[in-house]
């Protein structure tokens, strides 16, 4: 599973197609794939398990995101103000 993972990070070039956004809109895909990261990273660290699984959606966020979206998000959650449920 680790290797899976690990080959798909070393070969990933752009966010892939993802069914659950067929649209050419792609706004929500970006804040899913910003939550799904954040809330993987909340889960395995609970566990005491690696992080690494979790970078993938660090990945395709931060190839779909405006780096402006991303450094908002950031600091509402640090304020406590994100409205996201992580």
């Known amino acids: 599973m680790a290797e899976d993972i690990a080959t798909k990070l070393q070969n990933y070039r752009t966010a892939p197609f993802d069914a659950r956004f067929p649209n050419q809109n792609q706004t929500r895909n970006c804040f899913y794939n910003y939550l ?3 809330r993987c990273q909340k889960s395995l660290d609970a566990k005491g398990v690696d992080t690494a699984p979790c970078d993938w959606y660090k990945r395709v966020y931060k190839s779909l995101c405006p780096i402006s979206w991303i450094q908002k998000w950031d600091d509402q959650r640090e304020a406590g103000t994100f409205p996201g449920k992580i």
């Open 36 to 38: 799904d990261f954040h």
